[in-house]
């Protein structure tokens, strides 16, 4: 497996832009977090999905922000309008959870870094 | 909020010397994980230990979790170079699988 795929790597945007960024989780898994990583806040759990359902999306900063997983391979984390200071690292985690011990093991992604000017 | 608080911020040693970089979390727990993150990557899953166990060991690293004090411990022995990078503890919240990361303690280990 490739292991958890972002794309894209890096973002250059002007502010009012809208932003994508993509997750492919890794197959089988049945979790998905979006984290946000500055310097200022350290790593923000910004919303998690199980089975592709949203579950907790109290992270998620403002109304810009919105986040969806049509299937169980592909999740979009989208900003409209984008600021600048939602400039961060975003990371894509994926996990199976682990039966009975009820243990989940993030696999993360390289990362999306997203620059706003 | 931040679950998890690392301890300490930073820490710089010589190779081959021992790490030793604490976690506090504030609510009960049913596991504890420690993640490192080399400079520019993302996290990587290093060990978990369950709340009903103390202590446990993965090659050159040994993890203590005292629940009683919402504390873990991350050893680190006969450092390397290659060890360089920053440590976070992860823990879930609420009784979900919402995962909260520390602050993170950046390790160096100079050569």
């Known amino acids: 497996d490739a292991g958890v795929i972002q794309s894209p790597r890096h973002e250059v945007t002007e502010m009012g832009q809208e932003v994508t960024l993509r997750c492919k989780p890794i197959?089988?898994?049945?979790?998905l977090f979006w984290y946000r990583q500055t310097m200022m806040r350290g790593l923000e759990l910004l919303i998690y999905f199980n089975n592709n359902v949203p579950i907790d999306d109290s992270g998620m900063p403002e109304d810009r922000f919105s986040a969806k997983m049509p299937n169980a391979s592909f999740s979009t984390l989208k900003i409209q309008p984008s600021e600048p200071r939602d400039s961060a690292v975003y990371f894509c985690a994926s996990s199976l959870l682990a039966g009975f011990s009820g243990a989940n093991v993030l696999t993360f992604g390289a990362g999306s870094r997203l620059t706003v000017l | 909020s931040q679950q998890g608080e690392e301890d300490p911020q930073a820490l710089s040693i010589q190779e081959g010397e021992n790490a030793t970089m604490n976690c506090s979390y504030k609510t009960s727990i049913n596991n504890l994980q420690w993640y490192r993150q080399n400079s520019g990557r993302g996290l990587v899953h290093l060990i978990l230990i369950r709340s009903n166990e103390r202590e446990k060991h993965s090659g050159r690293l040994r993890v203590t979790l005292d629940t009683s004090k919402k504390s873990s411990s991350l050893l680190i022995t006969a450092s390397r170079a290659a060890d360089t990078a920053s440590y976070f503890c992860a823990t879930p919240t609420g009784g979900t699988y919402k995962y909260i990361f520390g602050t993170g303690t950046r390790l160096k280990v100079l050569a």
């Open positions: 197959s089988g898994h049945d979790y």
